[in-house]
């Protein structure tokens, strides 16, 4: 836990672009490697030279069968590098904002819920490796500047997360070394006195090997009151060819979030008497000794061996270490519209950790039967992990009232005391063990089969918050799709999964609520444009989970969060399009519409918009090629809380952007976020909301070699 003695942290600005320059200075770096195109992980193009939205490359995010975008039979988005840079989305809050079907529910300053087709999303990947997803809220600011592409595939995607979930798997894809040499920096302002480095080194240090650094800094006060984030990000990747068909790849990221003045909870919805509260988008319940840290290391070893010409054998192994600090404030109840007062306080320091160490081995290939190609992957995952929490209250100073000028954030802070360990924190270990096979079959030149089935085994032991969390869990995942193109710009598809995930949310009792499970169907079509650089898919979907933890309600002691596990049912369509459809004209659209009830058919999680619009364009301007504009529309519908007692009406943002090359290594940009100044409520996951960001504006240099 943080010392009281330190009040406020001092930013540290790294010399990014000096320590790039040094890198370009090594010698080697300048050497290029004559085997790069043996290997299918080594980008020979420059970085650089994507600019298409969607990126319509390969993917194993669903089966690990490196199909295409257009071959998969799922709703598949995918964000590229060019539109992270374009749009300025350097967290991944802000790339999940952007992609169309997604909702961030950011419930406080620092954790949020992301939700997909009504339910929330639990299925996370680096490149395409399955990490189990222990906490259930996401933590902190993760920066996006070691990531080529971001996939979101809707739906389940079982056969390689193996805990799947109706709603969709983000694949994290991260950069990889470059055979010619590649240097990037870049410094960024906003309006609340915040700046931003970045620095992308990438090259050949040897015949045989490649590396490549990525170092991020980002320091900045905020339009809410008291509340200041700075991050820092270092990221470093070696590749080295061990023979011409062995390639080894050894990587680390490190990612700080470090925030002051953070929400617990956030702004009372209510007053006394029913009425609406209607407070200025500044406003904040958090003191200036709040504070929120969280710090993600993750190290990755990867080997890859070319077996002759048809398979390829994959060994990878992730450790993960999430650490999560806090003291923090949380205001609840309902206070006078007269005077402000009514509202009550309570104090908490909570600290998390959570470590993984995951472990996939599988095979890919082809096999040739009756006169075709067949593909196949068949491998093993493990994974180890274990879950502290620990919470200390303030038991000197109880629950106070809270005088009229609560939101001034006068609350001193208090001593923090630990009381019994067994009743005020969690010890849970977790084992996931699971064997999956999945299996591409093509019937005819139109027509193929996609089959394949995981079975996952789940042992958790240990306690949370005085109750035990001992539960097991297994479950064979099977699934299924078809594909049958039409021509060779035009596909059908349908699939099938079911649903499997463990829980480690509690109820009121403390107990553990066990596994989830259901299934999920999809049918849809696609259609590619101008040589498959974009890709139209209309999708319907349908899906059934059944005891599914549903936030309820908090222990006032510990502030633990309970659920209840309930039943829904998720049905809609999709219409979604991106990529390039005419040079220099990149588009990113996509219309949602669901519908999910509860076991007893009413209307269920109000709080996500059952219509969602999101698009977005850049434009080259061929007069001026140097210049090039873009924006971002995104509108959803109504919402309201559980209880139907507060209404979000439905609003629409509009972001602006514009880039202008001074030269071919030098380029300006300007992105204005929310034009119109529109206010709004981000969320109504809970009964207590923070109004979004107003209008603001950032200003960028990047320079290129």
Same mark, same amino acid.
């Given at each position: ?89 350097? %967290? ?71 805990? &799947? ?16 040499? =590649? ?9 609340? =006195? ?143 519209? @007269? ?9 908490? &320091? ?16 082809? /096999? ?16 180890? /992990?274990?879950?502290?929490?620990? %919470? ?44 999956? /096979? ?48 039409? +021509? ?26 066990? &596994? ?26 349908? &899906? ?49 519409? @669901? ?50 007692? @507060? ?5 629409? !943002? ?15 940009? !300007? ?23 107003? +209008? ?10």
């Amino acid at each position: 836990m943080r010392k009281h003695s330190i009040q406020r942290r001092t930013p540290c600005v790294l010399p990014l672009t000096a320590i790039a320059m040094a890198m370009a200075s090594y010698p080697a770096l300048a050497q290029t490697t004559e085997n790069a195109d043996q290997q299918s992980s080594k980008t020979a193009e420059s970085i650089e030279n994507i600019y298409v939205y969607g990126e319509q490359g390969k993917t194993d995010t669903a089966t690990k069968l490196n199909l295409s975008l257009f071959e998969t039979p799922q709703t598949v988005t995918a964000i590229s590098r060019a539109q992270m840079d374009d749009f300025a989305l350097n %967290s991944i809050g802000d790339v999940l904002n952007y992609t169309p079907g997604v909702t961030v529910e950011e419930v406080e300053t620092d954790r949020a819920y992301y939700t997909a087709r009504g339910f929330d999303i639990a299925n996370f990947q680096y490149d395409g490796v399955g990490v189990p997803f222990t906490y259930g809220i996401n933590l902190g600011q993760q920066d996006t500047a070691i990531y080529e592409k971001v996939e979101v595939v809707k739906g389940a995607a079982g056969l390689i997360t193996g805990l &799947a979930n109706p709603s969709a798997t983000i694949n994290y894809v991260r950069k990889r070394p470059t055979g010619e040499l =590649h240097i990037a920096s870049g410094v960024a302002v906003n309006e609340w =006195h915040g700046v931003r480095l970045d620095g992308d080194v990438s090259g050949a240090l040897s015949s045989t090997i490649r590396g490549r650094l990525v170092v991020a800094a980002e320091d900045t006060d905020s339009y809410l009151d008291r509340h200041e984030d700075n991050t820092h990000l270092f990221y470093g990747i070696v590749e080295v060819d061990l023979t011409s068909s062995t390639l080894l790849s050894v990587g680390h990221s490190y990612n700080k979030s470090a925030s002051d003045g953070v929400l617990w909870g956030a702004l009372p919805l209510l007053y006394s008497n029913g009425a609406l509260t209607d407070y200025d988008v500044s406003t904040s319940t958090a003191p200036d000794w709040t504070y929120a840290d969280t710090v993600q290391n993750q190290t990755f070893v990867e080997l890859k061996q070319q077996l002759g010409d048809y398979w390829t054998a994959n060994a990878i192994f992730t450790r993960s270490k999430n650490d999560f600090d806090s003291e923090l404030f949380y205001v609840y109840g309902t206070p006078s519209a @007269v005077d402000e007062i009514g509202l009550f306080g309570q104090a908490s &320091a909570y600290d998390s950790s959570d470590e993984q160490d995951v472990y996939d081995v599988f095979l890919s290939g082809a /096999i040739p039967f009756a006169g075709r190609e067949h593909q196949v992957a068949l491998g093993y995952s493990h994974a180890d /992990i274990r879950n502290t929490e620990t %919470s200390f209250s303030d038991n000197e100073n109880g629950f106070p009232v809270l005088g009229s000028d609560w939101a001034e954030g006068h609350t001193p802070r208090p001593n923090f005391v630990s009381g019994d360990p067994f009743n005020s924190a969690s010890d849970i270990e977790q084992t996931q063990k699971s064997l999956y /096979i999945s299996s591409r079959l093509n019937i005819s030149d139109r027509l193929a089969a996609l089959l394949g089935a995981r079975r996952a085994e789940v042992t958790q032991r240990g306690f949370s918050y005085g109750g035990s969390s001992d539960t097991d869990a297994a479950k064979t995942v099977p699934y299924y799709g078809v594909t049958y193109q039409f +021509r060779d710009d035009l596909m059908a598809y349908a699939s099938y999964s079911e649903v499997f995930k463990q829980q480690t949310w509690v109820n009121d009792q403390f107990q553990p609520l066990g &596994a989830t499970e259901g299934d999920n169907r999809e049918i849809g079509v696609k259609k590619s444009f101008n040589d498959e650089r974009a890709i139209l898919t209309l999708a319907l979907f349908q &899906a059934e989970h059944a005891n599914l933890g549903e936030f309820v309600g908090r222990d006032p002691v510990t502030g633990t969060a309970f659920y209840e596990p309930r039943a829904f049912e998720s049905d809609g369509y999709e219409i979604e399009f991106s990529g390039e459809v005419i040079d220099g004209l990149n588009l990113g659209a996509g219309f949602t519409r @669901v519908e999910l009830e509860d076991g007893n058919g009413d209307q269920a999680r109000p709080y996500v918009p059952s219509k969602l619009v999101k698009m977005s364009a850049s434009y080259r301007v061929p007069a001026l090629p140097a210049l090039k504009i873009g924006g971002v529309l995104k509108w959803q519908d109504d919402i309201t809380t559980a209880d139907g007692r @507060v209404e979000q009406e439905a609003y629409t !943002l509009l972001d602006l952007a514009l880039h202008y090359d001074l030269s071919p290594r030098l380029s300006l940009a !300007l992105n204005l976020e929310n034009v119109s100044n529109e206010k709004y409520l981000n969320s109504l996951y809970w009964d207590q909301a923070y109004y979004g960001a107003p +209008r603001n504006l950032e200003a960028s240099v990047t320079w290129r070699y």
